[in-house]
């Protein structure tokens, strides 16, 4: 099983930055690629970005140029810098790691951004 904790949400208006936090543990050898999505009321969930265990990164056309995912192999930890926010940003953001067959998900951190 693999654990991950998200951290960093909060509110913040229109303009500015969040830094998220994913910290998996568990039995994490083996984890392949973590990510980050997002949900917001009454829509699907939709993948923000990923990041494998090589390096390869993916970005949603909604926040190239804007949000910027990182990882440090040390804190088997997850980052995503999002500046310049809008208020469509606005959602739950959930981690997600994949392993083998299996996806694990984080509890969720809500980023609300105002106008």
């Known amino acids: 099983q693999v654990q991950l904790v998200e951290s960093g949400g909060g509110l913040v208006q229109a303009g500015g930055s969040l830094r998220l936090s994913c910290a998996a543990s568990g039995s994490i050898f083996g984890i392949n690629r973590m990510g980050w999505y997002r949900q917001a009321p009454g829509k699907q969930r939709d993948l923000v970005a990923r990041?494998?265990?090589?390096?390869?990164?993916y970005y949603a056309d909604s926040v190239k140029g804007r949000f910027t995912i990182s990882r440090d192999n040390a804190k088997n930890t997850v980052y995503l810098q999002m500046n310049s926010l809008k208020p469509e940003d606005t959602a739950v953001y959930y981690c997600?790691?994949?392993?083998?067959?299996?996806?694990?998900w984080g509890q969720g951190t809500q980023v609300t951004v105002s106008s």
């Open positions: 990041i494998t265990s090589s390096g390869s990164i």
């Open positions: 997600n790691a994949l392993k083998g067959w299996n996806d694990y």
